[in-house]
Each structure stands twice: as C-alpha cells, then as structure tokens.
C-alpha cells in the first residue's frame, strides 16, 4: 500500500516561490509514476506535472511549464515541485498522486494513491 504525505505549502506573496515535498512509502523504487494536482476552491481538480520513475521525463500542464518544475529523488522516494513567479491563480490545494505504471496521465483517474493535500496560498 503506498502512501504519501505532502508538505511544504503555505502562505506566499504575489511573485514569490514555494517547494512542495510528497514523500512517498510502499512504492517501488524502480518504476512508476508521480504528478501533482491542485483544486481550487469551486473548480476540479487539475493536473500539474508529473515524473516517471524509470527514465526520469517529466510532464507539466502547458500553462505551468516555466514557471513549476518537478523533480524526484529516488532515494528518498520523494518528489518535488518547485513553484516560482507565483501568482494569486496559483492559490489552491495541491494533491500528490502515484500509480504504479509507468504511463503519465493528465486526468484523476488514473492515479490509484493520493496525498491529503497541502494549501497553496498566493496574496496578490
């Protein structure tokens, strides 16, 4: 059973950065795949980045790239999610997610293992 727990959120300025952390326990180090989501309040759900274990690529929403990026450490069973240049559109609770595939998906669906969320918050 994988389980994850993310930290790092908080309370940020317009123009300031933040790094997410999701530690995750029960995966296997050598394959599969982890992404971040966020939901702000009254919208879905929606995707973020991702990072396949095996080979490393990462995946982000077109609107993010440049601004988020996402890194892993193997060793640690951690991912990462460095946001920068924030904006208060930013603001929203962030979702870490696992599956034990190697397939990146930009829906819900598809992650089997979710965090319980960390609150983003962006004052313009």
């Known amino acids: 059973q994988v389980q994850l727990v993310e930290s790092g959120g908080g309370l940020v300025q317009t123009g300031g950065s933040l790094r997410l952390s999701c530690s995750a326990s029960?995966?296997?180090?050598?394959?599969?795949?982890m992404a971040w989501f966020r939901q702000a309040p009254g919208k879905e759900r929606e995707f973020v980045a991702a990072?396949?274990?095996?080979?490393?690529?990462?995946y982000y929403a077109d609107a993010l790239r440049g601004r988020f990026t996402i890194s892993g450490d193997n060793r640690r069973n951690t991912v990462y999610l460095q946001m920068n240049s924030l904006k208060p559109d930013d603001t929203a609770v962030y979702y870490c997610?696992?599956?034990?595939?190697?397939?990146?998906?930009?829906?819900?669906?598809?992650?089997?293992?979710w965090g319980q969320g960390t609150q983003v918050t962006v004052s313009s």
């Open positions: 997610a696992a599956r034990s595939g190697d397939t990146i998906y930009y829906t819900t669906r598809q992650y089997g293992y």
């Open positions: 990072l396949r274990w095996s080979n490393e690529y990462t």
């Open positions: 029960g995966r296997s180090r050598s394959s599969g795949a």
